[in-house]
């Protein structure tokens, strides 16, 4: 069946540095993808998101960047801050209900 | 505009109790969803509704009933609560599929 590989499970960092999270899909008729961020306890929310129409989307310091051939997207933050650190999710989706949801990654920002 | 409320938020119940959790949202969103997330395994759907009256199995259903019988509102009922479904329980809406999700704030439910 369809699944989303995510990569890497957990990540640190020290602040000010950059960021990168990876997933890997296998429907090839995905062409929505969200990326979400959820801080301990609280619900996920849309970070950013890209269709499969666009290569790359940026808003402030995070990116998103897709490579249908591969079948890759990856989420880039730059500049990172300790309220980056948060668990972050990607998805796919075909346009329909279904979305498979990456198992996650969770960010670690040292200060 | 709250967006997706979901209650309760919390609840503790014994093995073959029921109960039910409510999600309701104010954004004349078509598509409804119910997922469970469990440590490791990112966010499952178990039903979901395209419009009021519909529903439909996700990926992990059993155990599990859901109505939507006005639009904004989606339950999502245990008959019999088995430790398995131990779990934080998630809805969320959207205008279409393949559109921007909106999350309520969780149920953590326990089953003992």
């Known amino acids: 069946g369809e699944n989303v590989e995510q990569h890497p499970s957990t990540l640190s960092v020290q602040e000010g540095d950059s960021a990168v999270i990876k997933c890997t899909y296998s429907d090839s008729a995905s062409n929505y993808f969200p990326w979400y961020k959820q801080e301990l306890g609280k619900r996920p929310q849309l970070i950013i998101d890209i269709r499969s129409n666009v290569g790359e989307k940026k808003d402030q310091r995070i990116a998103v960047t897709l490579n249908k051939t591969a079948k890759h997207f990856s989420l880039h933050i730059t500049e990172t801050q300790p309220e980056d650190s948060a668990v972050y999710f990607c998805?796919?989706?075909?346009?329909?209900?279904?979305?498979?949801f990456g198992t996650g990654t969770r960010l670690k920002v040292l200060a | 505009n709250a967006g997706v409320t979901q209650t309760p938020k919390f609840r503790v119940l014994k093995t073959g109790q029921s109960m039910t959790l409510l999600c309701a949202q104010d954004?004349?969103?078509?598509?409804m969803y119910w997922y469970r997330q469990d440590p490791g395994m990112g966010l499952r759907l178990i039903h979901y509704?395209?419009?009021?009256?519909?529903?439909a199995k996700g990926e992990v259903p059993d155990g599990y009933n859901v109505s939507r019988l006005k639009k904004q509102n989606f339950l999502l009922g245990l008959e019999s609560a088995a430790p398995s479904q131990t779990s934080v329980y998630f809805c969320a809406s959207s205008w279409q599929g393949g559109q921007p999700q909106h999350f309520g704030d969780g149920t953590r439910l326990s089953i003992l």
């Open positions: 954004m004349n969103h078509e598509y």
């Open positions: 509704s395209v419009g009021e009256g519909t529903t």
């Open positions: 998805a796919a989706s075909s346009g329909t209900y279904k979305y498979i």
